[in-house]
Nanobody, 127 residues
Framework: QVQLVESGGGLVQAGGSLRLSCAAS????????ITWFRQAPGKEREGVAS????????HYIDAVMGRFTVTRDNAKNTQYLQMNNLKLDDTDVYYC????????????????????WGQGIQVTVTS
């Protein structure tokens, strides 16, 4: 079965850290760029960070610059979003998505530009 599966979400206090993982099964991430999105209830899904196939080119939105780091481990067919110094505004459902081309995250790329999507994982930041 071809799919992306996110893990690592949960509940964390403001200022804390979480690392989200995005694991691929049924296909190789070697040939795909990855973009992380997040979505709050009633709001549009927005791109947060993206990374190209080589792992050398990355994009972040201003709101997470310096706090979030996107990396990939092609040997494990997994990609990661390290989130540090989390803020209340980071509370959202986070999704990873795979595409053949690297998309910048501002403006947020359209969802139809991606071949595969994860199911989403909740991140809740508390005060």
């Amino acid at each position: 079965q071809v799919q992306l599966v996110e893990s690592g979400g949960g509940l964390v206090q403001a200022g804390g850290s979480l690392r989200l993982s995005c694991a691929a099964s049924g296909f190789s991430l070697d040939h795909y760029a990855i973009t992380w999105f997040r979505q709050a209830p009633g709001k549009e899904r927005e791109g947060v960070a993206s990374i190209d196939i080589s792992g050398k080119n990355v994009h972040y939105i201003d709101a997470v610059m310096g706090r979030f780091t996107v990396t990939r481990d092609n040997a494990k067919n997994t990609q990661y979003l390290q989130m540090n110094n989390l803020k209340l505004d980071d509370t959202d459902v986070y999704y990873c998505a795979a595409s053949r081309y690297l998309w910048a995250v501002r403006p947020s790329p359209t969802e139809k530009s991606f071949d595969y999507w994860g199911q989403g994982i909740q991140v809740t930041v508390t005060s």
